[in-house]
């Protein structure tokens, strides 16, 4: 059983733990390798064209490095419920707004 006993508590503690895990695909295994691969390709490809055909300037080929990938942090609970409730303040009246210009386009012509 539960050590806190107060809806308002429990509510807040929660807030505060949980966390909103936001993944640019489903498929995040798969995703993270192709990063990987497509960085490793780009790097591979730079100091190639900077060698050259014929293998000179290989002070300058040592000078490039590769880009580092970067992950994502994760959102608490309670930024993204903040996050997701200022949206939906900011559309408050935007179908009337929309329908106003519509009608202002269509008494026009």
């Known amino acids: 059983m539960s050590s806190v ?6 509510k807040r503690l929660s807030l505060d733990r949980d ?3 936001k993944a640019e695909q ?14 490793q390709h780009a790097y591979r490809r730079r100091v190639k064209v900077t060698l050259g ?3 000179e ?16 942090p994760v959102t608490p609970l309670r930024a993204s419920v903040a996050h997701k409730l ?3 303040k900011r559309r408050i009246g935007s179908k009337i707004c929309r329908r106003a210009q519509r009608l202002a386009h ?3 012509t």
């Open 57 to 72: 300037g290989e002070e300058k080929a040592a000078e490039i490095r590769r880009e580092k990938v970067k992950k994502w």
């Open 19 to 21: 966390h909103y895990s």
């Open 86 to 88: 200022t949206n939906r």
């Open 106 to 108: 269509d008494t026009k």
């Open 26 to 39: 489903d498929k995040g295994r798969k995703t993270w390798r192709r990063k990987e691969r497509d960085l």
């Open 53 to 55: 055909p014929t293998g």
């Open 5 to 10: 006993h107060h809806p308002e508590e429990k």
